[in-house]
């Protein structure tokens, strides 16, 4: 069976840190970080990068659209 | 970490629509407003009517609607959207022409507008989104407002006795034989956005067919003027306002009614 894995870029800055996300990701990948960005907001980053698959959950729920899926055969 | 291997273009599975902007929402953290944009954007995106679309921003939240989406807009004094849309879809009417209202906009000072654009069975689409509060003026009760709830106006809970009983527009508009389409969604769940956007998207399809009205309310939150932090907002919005505010089609012309939908389109 062909696997995947996938990776999420948050843009940062752009974050306000809702974390709807964290909750929409099924392999609980995304944590808020401890620091904030620009605005004061502790923003969306893979806490567990390896675990992702890529498919998007978290970008389709994120209201401010700041997330941009990849994903890859391995 | 991000993995530096799989950030190539070829590899890209989702990503922000075209038709969405650069401009930072002005959205509350969280607030389903922005994923209703969201959506709204890829519809026009996938159906490639982005330059074939004009949107009708109301007052509230949502009034600078017009910033986030690029297409043509109009923004209609409250609640007057419907009207507005009514004259822009018959004097242009291969344009598809929406509204975006919330649930001040649309159920309290638009109610009249709102009934008669339906009644007509005017050809256009209309998204509501019921947040159950007057979000921008600061988080007073609105028609939608549940029996119970606490809002600034009602700071002990709405007491039907003083302030009626929440208003259920969309079930109001199902009944008019304008509308064709009438669905109630919501945008709190993965599975339940992708539903979201079928639904917008059939709604803006309908105007192909010209078969009347199709209004798809969004059942929604507003974190800022509930006081409830997102996550928990959404699961406040699963417990109490989808007992009111039932999910799922209310009218499908299409489907519930094959031979009157066939004539309408011949
Ligand atoms: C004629 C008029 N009356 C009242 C107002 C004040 N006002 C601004 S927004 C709003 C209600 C907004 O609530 P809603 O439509 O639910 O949108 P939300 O902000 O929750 O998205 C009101 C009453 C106004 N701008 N114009
Ligand atoms: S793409 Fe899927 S698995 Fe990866 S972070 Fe987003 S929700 Fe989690
Ligand atoms: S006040 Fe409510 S409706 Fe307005 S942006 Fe904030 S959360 Fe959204």
Not at chain 2, 120 to 139: D, L, S
Not at chain 2, 152 to 179: C, F, H, I, S, W
């Amino acid at each position: 069976m062909a696997k995947v894995k996938g990776t999420i870029v948050v843009d940062k800055e752009k974050c306000k840190g809702c974390g709807l996300c964290v909750v929409a990701c099924p392999q609980d990948v995304i944590e808020l970080a401890k620091e904030v960005n620009g605005k004061g907001y502790n923003f969306a980053y893979m806490a567990k990068p390896d675990l992702c698959i890529g498919c998007a959950n978290c970008a389709q729920v994120c209201p401010d659209s700041i997330i941009t899926v990849y994903q890859t055969k391995i | 970490m991000a993995d530096i291997d799989i950030i190539k273009d070829e590899n890209i599975v989702y990503k922000k629509s075209k038709v969405l902007t650069d401009n930072v929402m002005h959205y509350c953290p969280g607030c389903s407003h922005g994923v209703v944009h969201k959506l709204i954007a890829e519809v026009i995106e996938e159906m490639g009517i982005q330059d074939k679309t004009i949107g009708v921003s109301p007052v509230g939240c949502s009034v600078f609607a017009y910033n986030y989406l690029d297409i043509d807009w109009q923004e209609a004094a409250h609640g007057r959207a419907p009207a507005l849309a009514t004259a822009t879809k018959r004097l242009m009417p291969d344009k598809y022409v929406f509204t975006y209202q919330g649930d001040g906009d649309l159920a309290s000072i638009g109610a009249a507008e709102i009934i008669h654009a339906c009644n007509r069975g005017e050809n256009i689409t209309v998204i509501f989104i019921n947040n159950g509060i007057y979000g921008m003026t600061g988080g007073q009760m609105a028609p939608t407002t549940l029996v119970g709830m606490k809002t600034a106006t009602t700071p002990y809970g709405r007491d039907v006795e003083l302030n009626g009983y929440p208003l259920k527009m969309t079930e109001l508009v199902a009944q008019l034989p304008g509308t064709c389409y009438v669905t109630r969604q919501s945008v709190h769940t993965p599975a339940t956005v992708r539903k979201c956007k079928k639904a917008i998207r059939k709604a803006f399809e309908n105007q192909d067919k010209k078969i009347g009205t199709s209004f798809v309310e969004v059942t929604s939150t507003c974190n800022s003027g509930w006081k409830i932090p997102p996550v928990e907002a959404n699961n406040w919005m699963v417990d109490h306002m989808f007992k009111f505010y039932k999910q799922g089609d209310l009218k499908d012309s299409e489907k519930d009614n094959p031979d009157d939908y066939k004539k309408f389109i011949e």
